[in-house]
T-cell receptor, first 114, second 113 residues
Framework: KQEVTQIPAALSVPEGENLVLNCSFTDSAIYNLQWFRQDPGKGLTSLLLIQSSQREQTSGRLNASLDKSSGRSTLYIAASQPGDSATYLCAFFRVGTGGFKTIFGAGTRLFVKA | ETGVTQSPTHLIKTRGQQVTLRCSSQSGHNTVSWYQQALGQGPQFIFQYYREEENGRGNFPPRFSGLQFPNYSSELNVNALELDDSALYLC????????????FGSGTRLTVV
């Protein structure tokens, strides 16, 4: 069973739309959760970090929420722009058997049309 | 303040060979982790080092090994390369045990032929 699931896998929207990207995880004992964007063939750029004791974080047009009890996080993108086109990844950090570990979802590929 | 830098950016190796990838952590960061990302997939956690000691490992065989140096830079070594090892290898650093999140490098693209 996937430890982290991101829905939808891909999304194409016209410019200006508000978007919600979903991330669900099976382990509630997370240390923190981080959202990243990745442009094709590139490394990851951090967007937002939510500690396990927090409920949400905001940066500009981005807002991320965390509900540990239900195993869900959402990334809200307001007024989407073509420059937002990228793959968005969520990852959680936990301590378990084998020590510390970071678990990524497979990502949501977003395309914003001008 | 410099970010995370990885070298080389691209590499082609032959099956059975060994490879070493390098990572310089962001200034002030003492934790480094390594990931393998196959095309179209999310990064897979390989291992993490904190103050020169491995403190976490994913589901990768022992031929994947690493080091962290006193200046907190790091190496990923892969022995007996297989075709499936072809991927983007990402390094990330953090201050403490990811309390402040991870900063990623741009990655090394490894192709095994």
């Amino acid at each position: 069973k996937q430890e982290v699931t991101q829905i939808p896998a891909a999304l194409s929207v016209p410019e200006g739309e508000n978007l919600v990207l979903n991330c669900s995880f099976t382990d509630s004992a997370i240390y923190n959760l981080q959202w990243f964007r990745q442009d094709p063939g590139k490394g990851l750029t951090s967007l937002l970090l939510i500690q396990s004791s927090q409920r949400e974080q905001t940066s500009g047009r981005l807002n991320a929420s965390l509900d540990k009890s239900s195993g869900r996080s959402t990334l809200y993108i307001a007024a989407s722009q073509p420059g937002d086109s990228a793959t968005y990844l969520c990852a959680f950090f936990r301590v378990g058997t084998g020590g510390f570990k970071t678990i990524f979802g497979a990502g949501t590929r977003l395309f914003v049309k001008a | 303040e410099t970010g995370v830098t990885q070298s080389p950016t691209h590499l082609i190796k032959t099956r059975g060979q060994q490879v070493t990838l390098r990572c310089s952590s962001q200034s002030g960061h003492n934790t480094v982790s390594w990931y393998q990302q196959a095309l179209g997939q999310g990064p897979q956690f390989i291992f993490q080092y904190y103050r020169e000691e491995e403190n976490g490992r994913g589901n990768f065989p022992p031929r994947f090994s690493g080091l962290q140096f006193p200046n907190y830079s790091s190496e990923l070594n892969v022995n007996a390369l297989e075709l499936d090892d072809s991927a983007l290898y990402l390094c990330a650093s953090s201050a403490g045990l990811a309390n402040y999140g991870y900063t990623f490098g741009s990655g090394t693209r490894l192709t095994v032929v």
